[in-house]
């Protein structure tokens, strides 16, 4: 499909999790749900996270999406390809991205947007955040950045 109007699809969820699936009756199973990675130094790596999203729109017509990662200086550091799916009868669909080894260069607020035909049609963010190393942990103390 091109061409697509904000309209047409919607984002009802778009979270960053430790994994997902799509059951045998089509149900989604989201789990270790977050929106912090705590790093001790920078640059760092995450080793592996899912984007899911749960998208609506007309029944059983297809349609493209990708998804954006972008860090805190608004550098894009991930751009999937398209994604094409189809939406089922009720309308909906689930997408799950498997993302591994995403570069961490930056302490601060990152983006993830889904989008189709050039169109945001959803986002949200999540932080990265230093910690003080093991000891530090194990002491329960905080670091400011």
Known sequence: M???????????????????LVSQENKLSVMGIFDQIFVEKIPAF????????????????????????????????LSSPKLSNKFGDSGRSNLILGLE??????????????????IKLGEMTFKVLRTG???????GSKLAD
Not at 3 to 14: A, C, D, F, M
Not at 133 to 139: H, S
């Open 2 to 20: 091109t061409g697509v109007s904000k309209s047409l699809i919607s984002v009802e969820l778009l979270v960053l999790c430790d994994y997902a």
């Open 46 to 77: 995450h080793h592996k996270m899912f984007a899911v999203g749960i998208v609506k729109g007309d029944a059983n017509m297809t349609y493209e999406v990708s998804l954006r990662i972008a860090a805190p200086d608004g550098k894009e550091i």
């Open 101 to 118: 080894n995403l570069p961490l260069q930056l302490i601060g607020e990152y983006r993830v947007e889904l989008e189709s035909s050039g």
């Open 133 to 139: 190393g093991k000891d530090e942990i194990k002491r």
